[in-house]
């Protein structure tokens, strides 16, 4: 009999602190709802003790999800506490623990001498720590689930002994994580066949594996820990995560399903809605998902050369391993136009996953609209951009008034803009290198700020001329990092936006209520 793969999905977790991804509560709720309906059996909704942004949302997710809601906490009765605090209201709770097991970190992390004189006085240190700290989450919730950072690089030996005493200590499922994708599959199933044999208690446990991609091995590491004992797989959705990623939900699952010959496991993933909560996390996340990306990438299914077109004609299976369709990609593009009126958006919003309330429905059919007027094709990945957070909930304390830009390979790129507040209107020119450089010294000369651009990118959300373009950028501004995100056909517009917006993100209702001195001192507001 087939035995069942539990699926724990960390792309609200692993996956948000991916570089340059941010997600708002809005949508790490929205990105919840669609982990449901596609099935995992364990959602990792955040790390709460980290900010009160993250504590918001695993409290958002706790309060109204069905399945299990991870969060995940340092070995520390703090963490643990407020870990606690935020899935108060969960159906089914998961106390998340982790510390680091390997030398490396050991030593690294609890250097100072407090934490004891040599390295086997340091091992028992976070041995104790981590017995005490399931202990603990154990007076909250039965399901309490620990993690050994590193357990990749960890001695055998010592892993065996600290995953045993957290077992006695009442841990329900035991997580061994490649957590610098360090491994080879070979390597990793035997650690997890030794764990096996070595660890006495371990049948009281489920055996869990978290594998990075830095190697490029995330899910075959996934797949040999389940040839040799784990029954729970970590992953992210498009395996975005640290660095170079987690295992992919969508490539660890279609295995499972395509080679069903071979391997004795399945999972509850409905695949149907792969492709659409790949394209809503992409979407909410701004990271893309490359065209030749397993499953979800926009060439997994094009057939390109004659040779493969003639034998897809004559019989699909002679170059296809599974159809589009068992991952929820349909051929049949729907596209909306202006006349496809407000119930139309709001059926296909529907279709894609997202659930809008009245408020947002009112603003995302405006914005709709506008982009409508601009291009008359209005494709699904535009209505994923709209659906972000962004556009939803955008303060509009900075307006952009007016913007005018010059440029061409004679002239030097000059920048003209008026910027209305609710009180003000701040008006100012500048050249620079080029039309952005010259729009943003402009708007930071209207605004009387000097922020570095830590990060920009711009792309295309869908082909053609008249595609949407998304600008995303990064300002620094005194200590405050500030993301922000426009859109438009215009991408210089769109430039000005996403400047906007980093500001408007970070603006307080009131112009007194700053965050801190610091941060002051940076914006003048004139006037
Ligand atoms: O990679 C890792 O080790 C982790 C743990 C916190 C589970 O993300
Ligand atoms: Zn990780």
Redesign the pocket.
Known sequence: MKEKIIIFDTTLR?GEQSPGASLSVHDKLEIARQLSRLNVDVIEAGFPVSSPAQFEAVKRIADESDKIIAA?CRAKEYDIKIANDALLNARHPRIHT?SSTSDIHILGKFGDSKYGASLSEKRNMVLQMSYDAVAYAKTFTDDVEY?A??AGRTDIGYLAEIIESVIEAGATTV?I?D?TGYTFPSEFGDKIRELKSRVSNIEKAIISA?C?NDLGLAVANSLAAIQNGVRQI?CTINGIG?RAGNASLEEFVMALRVRKDIVDFYTEIKTTEIYNTSRMVSGFTGIIVQPNKAIVGDNAFSHESGIHQDGMLKNKFTYEIMTPESVGVNKTKIILGRHSGRHGLSARLKELGYTPTEDEMQKVYESFLELADKKKEVFDDDLRVLMGDDVLTQSSFYKIEYLNVTSGTAAIPTATVRIKTPENVFEESSTGDGPVDALFNALDRALDIKPTVESYSVRSVTSGRQALGEVTLRLKLGNKILNGRGLSTDIIEASGKAYLQALNNNKPQKLDEYFDLEFENQIRVRG
């Open positions: 692993d995940l982790f993690s950072e590193d997580n994580p957590t978290h990075h970590e640290e």
